[in-house]
């Protein structure tokens, strides 16, 4: 326990050192269903009569401290609370054994949930985040108040468009070596080439990339998972949503196409669909305006 709260305090320094306010994100344990231990964290008062905003950050295998990069969720968190925890086999939870499963996140979310004491929520699922918020959906949507699709992945893995091939063509075949030789366990740094995709602003670029340099991530969860994701598709689940939901999406996205956004907002009965100008993949670190205004108008609404 000794080396666990020093790995926190040491964490939480460097975090406060990278311009994060990690003094405000504080860490619990929750126990998923399986006995894994899930680390999550909270910021705001979780007394306030304000629904939480659970964040599932994307990967799978990556540290979800990139979404705390910026301001965008700290800014959000001084008017609602905020959960975000680290995945099975990323950071200070614990390691995923055996052949993976998607089933298994979304248990992880309601263990986190539970332990927050919080009885709904409002999910906002970034990337890889959008398809395990559907697996939440179907399994547990009686916790959902609304869902926000942020840069989701379509329905399927399989439906999911991508634009890196068109729009990077050289740097494609240049990621692909680099992730070819990544070791099980790498930093953000060994894959700048591919961060630097997701951007349309070179400054906030620069910015996020020193940031999240010593960020760890797990590609043998990553490519264990998308085999378990394969063929698995969630169409019907989202036709059936009754929550508000709000697909949200930046408009030069080469990770995530805008047409996948636009295809699930065509899926959800009733959803909105906001597309973002002047950003990528990651729209809450290079606009964080414009996100925190339509998230907070959203949520506001769905409350």
């Known amino acids: 326990m000794r080396l666990y ?13 990278l311009g994060v306010q990690a003094a405000q994100w504080r860490p619990f344990e929750a126990t998923s269903a399986d006995g894994t231990r899930i680390t999550y964290y909270l910021a705001g008062d979780m007394m306030s009569e304000q629904i939480p905003l659970f964040v599932i950050s994307g990967g799978p295998g990556s540290d979800h401290r990139y979404m705390r990069v910026g301001d965008s969720f700290d800014r959000i968190s001084a008017r609602r609370p905020v959960i975000m925890f680290d995945q099975r086999g990323t950071s200070l939870s614990g390691a995923v054994t055996g052949a993976p499963k998607l089933d298994q996140w979304a248990d992880d979310v309601e263990a986190v949930r539970a332990a927050s004491g919080s009885e709904r929520l409002h999910i906002l699922g970034h990337s890889f985040g959008g398809i395990v918020a559907m697996n939440y ?14 840069n989701s992945t379509a329905s399927s893995i399989a439906g999911t ?8 063509p050289d740097r494609i075949e240049e990621w692909g070596r680099v992730r070819a030789n990544l070791t099980p366990r790498f930093k953000a740094s060994e894959i700048a080439i591919f961060t630097g995709m997701e951007f349309v602003d070179l400054g906030r670029l620069d910015a996020f990339l020193r940031a999240i340099a010593d960020y760890t991530y797990n ?14 598709d969630y169409a019907d689940t989202l036709a059936a949503l009754t929550v508000p939901t709000l697909v949200l999406h930046g408009r030069y996205d080469p990770v995530i196409t805008p047409a996948t956004a636009w295809k699930l907002h065509q899926q959800i009965p009733n959803s909105e669909i906001t597309i973002l100008p002047a950003t990528g ?19 506001a609404r769905a409350d």
Do not use: K
């Open 161 to 168: 468009e991508s634009g890196l091939r068109q729009m990077f």
């Open 219 to 232: 590609i043998e969860v990553n490519n264990a998972l998308r085999q378990d994701m394969a063929d698995l």
């Open 5 to 17: 709260l020093r790995y926190l305090a040491l964490l939480f320094v460097g975090l406060c050192s």
């Open 137 to 150: 959906a179907e399994r547990y949507g009686d916790h959902i108040a609304s869902i926000v699709f942020t």
């Open 281 to 299: 993949h990651l729209p809450f670190a290079e606009v964080p305006d414009a996100f925190v205004q339509t998230v907070e108008e959203f949520l």
